[in-house]
């Protein structure tokens, strides 16, 4: 198990205890963990994660920028950003721990069960003293991250999320070549109007419109039946490998098993989630200091969430009918997905989107080659897997979804080519704005 | 002085005996010690037997009564699910001894089995009764055989199954016998059920399989030998069977017995319809409107007294505000919509009280009757237990292990993360014992009378917690009245005495009937005692409630009658023997006599209605929008409005012809009527267009004085409108005079900011020409705005302008009358959550005068007001039309429900709140889920279902956000007449069966033809929020006017009339000089009725 693993959850004040007090890097992996558990706790849905990620950072993100001129402040950037003023002098307060803070406090400000953070900021300001911080010094920055959230959570307010419940309820398109609520909870469809949501770095939800999915048919020679058919072939006959694949990628924030009137809801980390564990995973293992760790976090999860609205907007704009239904009507009436069929619509594939941008973007921070071993779902009792690269994982975490029996092909590699145009627009951003890979 | 004191001394010396006896409790639970039964059914959770390996695992025992030994005495069986069975044998005075393995030492069960149901019945008819018992489980098959104990008449007993053909090894829950061939011999139906839920909801391929151990079986009795017919039969034997209650009546009355089963989980009950030829029909959907979804126990039983079998089923749904809100389930539209598209019918989560209507209809009355909420129940008995000639409800209930509980949903996902975490394993048994155990107090409701109950846990002494499940009555001590018997899981079975003749010194009657050899205790047989100017109605069928099975005497209370004056009984065979001045207060045993045959269904009586098929063919079709989608807070929806028509002469042949509004795949046209009565479309008007604007009233009236009829349509619905568009713009189109509609344009103002419910023509103005009332429904998507009503001045030449009113509310319906007789009409008007107003029309405007011309007036949530004369004083009366009393709302002037609107969040959209008083506290309707995704901040404030369970609108919301809402309140939910009586009106509620249901239309005449008013209600609301669910116990409802304002129920076979659905118009039509009523039904069609 990892050191921040531990460290969170054993005793933090040991994985704080032993950091030198200077730097604080080995503190930004366990703060945003522990949003991850929070939002575990709040079962927050795939989209809504990567927004509290992104939001939680954003924050934190301008702390360091204002104060390490080699990091381009957002708004160089940044579709919109926070425009945070701080009113103490740069170099008056420790930024870093007013950064590390800012990533709590603003996630308590922000998710459902918030409260649960307050425990970790305690904690945090705990180890601080015991590694001799002045008190002055703590409340100085603490002081400056409770104004630098407010501000975030300020700026928040105005990218249409509040204004999701007064949208049309999404009723499923009439017709057989549609999405229709899957088994067993048939559960609604999860934020239909989530391209409202503003992006953090890309200008628009359907900048990177992908490819138009393979038309629906029932005719057993059709192009649509094949895709059907492979899902259901790859299922009959998986080999190990495939398994572990899939259950390692599956990242089902709840899925839900019955015995008769019980539902019980296994949760797991959101594809977002998980990214942002590799994005910890990669920041350790290339040393990188405390500023650069924030970088890599804050860029990570605004990848994410671009690529959430991008695919949303997708989602809701071909309404495509998931393999489970169709197989189950056409093909096998008794089949189930290896994973459970996550609540919307399947064209494209979420997680070969998002693992896809993320990676891209990954990828110019930390270099083509990055090796790492990825243990994030070593909680969930799914063995680590090592990867060569960035692009190598997100590829795996992409065709897992056909390996789980949830996603046709098509909605893979055409969500891949959405997924690699948002980190390449991002890319293009960052290096316009002069944020230079970290490794070079 | 002195000498009253003493007189009045005495007085209370001599009441005080029975003043103390009225103090005590009906029941009295005995001690096990001095009954000497010390049944427990305990249930033993390991790591490898519990809920999560077996989700039935809670279902509980069950217990039988029957008189084993013919010595007068009902001795009782328990069965125990993992422990041994015990029978116990009656000594007597409430005293019983345990001979179970005297008996026989199989009747304790098979080790390592697990045991269910069990009944008594004289299966090989030798005048014994002999012991069923069911076995189910995650076993083998050995294991789970089911057993037939053959009483060898010395109180042993020796096991048959095999031999009688009935080892089944299936899923059992219960097992019941009863003669369905009329053969003269007992056969069986079994109840089974999966152990797997399917999730899976495309069911078509699950249909045509048959599962073996799951699905139910019949068997038929030949010269003691069974073989099953089910497949014949008809019986439906898929793997979505999940039979929990089963229960056996001759519910049509046709003498061929009938049977009712529950279904767990999705799939809807069966109702079985005896074809008379071996064979059943399932026709639940054509009897019931909808069904319990989680359905357990069964009873079926004339509750009101009416000589018809009504229907109680039992479900899951808690009585208090904190257990409802733990454990609701969110309303999911799409389920419901699925369920419904897999033939799985509705089906809402809470118990169903189905009243029969005699004509093969049923009308759930659950609500009004105060009984459709008892929590996690199982066993629903109907026995009169006050002995006073009306049957009271038991339910039992209870459950060991609260998995419902949406907290814990989320906290077996956590408890997984933290073990992982920890690096501990998952044990089942930590989770197990996690879930909170769920202790309730049975239920008992005594009958009022009045088709309604009211609880007396307290007052009868049934408030002690436990979780029971099997439960019988008998009358075991033989005192004349019925005792309770009551099966427990980890806590020793309870016995209640009943003290009924010794409190009230109640009569009563016991029946034992002796049928014929093969039948011997007369299984089947009907009993009707006519006493104290009333009917009673039993059907001797022990096998009812839930894995219980019923002694075979019927016990009648009699109340204060010292005799039945007549005891009527239908045999088995259908041959009838009637008794004659037969004392109370005695144990009767009668013979098979082989009397008259009694003919099976009563001959038709006329009627005063009857319908008329093919004279105007109109089927409506609905889009089948779902307002929710736009805003989830609402209660019901706004969309369906239709069909909408209208009459009037349009070609001045003295003839009523018709307007049929547009719907989902027809435009609106008119319906010309020839000279032959029929109806011929004019084809050169199309007034509106097919899936277009939704015509939500209509009126013709001559608009511009040129002597034809011009037709005025008002625009509604709601779902996908947006307000001021044209679609929400009203029309007039003008007549030219040959027949035809042509749409004027310019005719009106703009009318296009809201969506409307009616148009009301009257010269208001009495300046020779016709003005409008426009009323002013529902703003769409912004539910509850008061939208604005319109009052429309016509210039004499067809054109209108808006003249400034008054009116506030969400208006449904209004009317014109002369109430001050000033000879200028006043606007009555009503709509939700207002009251009935009426604005008096004085040539310097319209004021609100309702305070002075009625006495009362409560806020309602009125649908309708109908103009009528119902005491002959020439006068006009009211009947206005609310929501009706079955519902889960109960309101009153000290307890209203409120409804608090306002944007809390500053989001832009209006968040309603509906609040409604539970168990003294009012309490928001709205879920937990339902909050969070109207307004974001809530997931931050209520962090769990525990956090909100308790929360009122005050711990909701800050007192200073609190006291921006608006807020409109209901005070009473009842439909009222309002009889002018000199210039005032007098509230009088309708009859309890007028508020079954809400009342859209009224057609006021003389039906009977003996120059009194009588009522026709039509109505229903199927298009409500999932928890409110279909509003729909009405067929229509006539009235019988007494010329005094008081009403009595024609019940249909009476009456002719029956129609099923939400009625949207309705109105009176001459065709061919007679006069017909007139229909339309969403989604349905248009109906027509002939008045005899």
Known sequence: ?440 | MRHSTIVFGLFILHLLPSYLKAQQPLFQLQSARATGIRFTNTINETEHLNVLAYEYLYNGGGVAAGDLNNDGLDDIFFTANMGPNKLYLNQGKLQFKEITREACKELEGRPESWKTGVTMADVNGDGLLDIYICYSGKTTTELRRNQLFINQGNLTFVEKAKEYGLDDPGYSTQAVFFDYDNDGDLDMFLLNHNVKKIDNMELARYRNETDSLAGNKLYENNDNHFTDVSARAGIIQNPLTFGLGLAIADINQDGWQDIYVTNDYNESDYLYINNHDGTFKEDIQHCFRHLSQFSMGVDIADYNNDGLPDVMTLDMMPEDNRRQKLLQLQENYESFELMRSQNLYQQYMRNMLQLNNGDGTFSEIGQLAGVSCTDWSWCPLFADLDNDGYKDLFVTNGYLRDYTNKDFLKYWGDYKVKKAVDREPVLLMELVTAMPSTSLVDYVFRNEHNLTFSNKQKEWGLDKAGISSAAVYADLDNDGDLDLVINRINEPAAIYKNTAREKDNTSYLSLKLKGKPGNTFAIGAKVYVYANGGLQYQELNPGRGYLSSLPTNLHFGLGTARQADSVRIIWPDNTTQLLSNVAANQQLSVDYAGGAFTPSSPLPKSTLLSQKKGIIGYKHEEAGINDFKRQPLMLFMYSKTGPVFTKGDVNNDGLEDLYIGSDYSKPGRIFVQQPSGAFAINNNTVLDQPDGPTTADAAFFDANGDGFADLYIARGGYALFEPNTSSLQDALYINDGKGNLVLSPQALPDLSACSKSCVRPCDVDNDGDIDLFVGGRVIPGKYPVTPPSWLLINNGKGEFSASPLPVKGMVTDAQWADIDKDGRKDLLLCGEFMPVTLYLNKPDGFSDKTSEYFEQMPKGCWFSLTLADVNGDGQDDIIAGNLGLNTPFHVSEKEPAELYYADFDGNGSVDPFFNCYIQGVSYPFVSRDELNDQIYPMRRKFSSYRHYADATMKDIFPPDELAKAARMSITDLRSFCFVNRDGKFSASPLPLEAQFSVITKTIADDFDHDGKTDLLLLGNHSDNRLKLGSIDASYGCLLKGDGSGNFTYVPPAASGFSLAGDVKSAGELTIKNEKHIMIGVNNAGIFLYKVQ
Request: charged share 20%; net charge neutral.
């Open chain 1, 1 to 440: 198990m990892r050191k921040w693993f531990l460290g969170l959850f054993l005793l933090c004040q040991v994985g704080y205890a032993q950091q030198p007090a200077a730097d604080f890097r080995d503190h930004v992996q366990p703060a945003v963990f522990a949003l991850t558990m929070v939002m575990l706790h709040d079962v927050v849905n795939p989209p809504a994660a990567s927004r509290f990620y992104a939001y939680s950072l954003a924050g934190a993100y301008e702390i360091v920028a204002i104060n390490n001129r080699g990091i381009a402040r957002g708004s160089s950037f940044m579709k919109s950003s926070p425009h945070v003023v701080i009113n103490a002098k740069p170099g008056s307060y420790n930024y870093r721990i007013a950064a590390l803070y800012c990533i709590l406090e603003t996630g308590r400000l922000m998710l459902p069960s918030g409260f649960m953070l307050e425990e970790h900021q305690e904690k945090l300001l705990k180890t601080l003293k015991k590694e001799k911080v002045k008190t002055a010094v703590i409340d100085s920055a603490v002081a400056v991250a409770k104004a630098v959230a407010l501000q975030v959570v300020n700026w928040s307010k105005s990218d249409n999320y509040g204004r999701l419940s007064t949208r049309l309820r999404y009723t499923p398109v009439k017709g057989e070549a549609y999405w229709y609520p899957t088994p067993p909870a048939y559960m609604e469809a999860v934020e239909p109007h989530w391209k409202i949501i503003r992006p953090m770095i890309i200008d628009t939800c359907d900048e990177f419109t992908p490819l138009p999915p393979v038309p629906f048919s029932r005719d057993t020679t059709s192009e649509f039946y094949a895709l059907s058919k492979e899902v259901y072939a790859v299922s009959l006959h998986p080999s190990q490998e495939e398994l572990n694949i899939a259950s390692f990628w599956d990242c089902n924030p709840f899925a839900v098993s019955t015995a008769g009137h019980m539902a019980i809801g296994f949760k797991k980390i959101t594809p977002g989630g998980h990214w942002m564990n590799i994005a910890g995973i990669a920041a350790e293992k290339a040393g990188l200091d405390f500023d650069r760790s924030v970088l890599v976090h804050t860029l990570t999860a605004m990848a994410e969430t671009d690529a959430f609205i991008s695919c949303w907007d997708e989602k809701y704009r071909s309404n495509r009918i998931r393999p489970e239904t169709f197989i189950n009507r056409y093909i096998d009436i008794k089949w189930k997905p290896l994973l459970q069929t996550p609540p919307f619509p399947e064209y494209t594939s979420g997680h070969s989107v998002m693992s896809t941008a993320a990676a891209r973007v990954l990828t110019y921070l930390l270099g083509d080659h990055f090796a790492f071993t990825d243990d994030s779902e070593v909680m969930f009792e799914i063995p680590a897997r090592s990867f060569s690269s960035f692009m190598q994982a997100a590829n795996e975490a992409a065709i897992s979804r056909l390996y789980g029996g949830i996603h046709y092909r098509d909605a893979i590699e055409n969500g891949q080519d959405q997924g690699k145009k948002i980190g390449d627009r991002i890319v293009e951003k960052l290096k316009k704005a002069g944020l230079q890979p970290l490794i070079p």
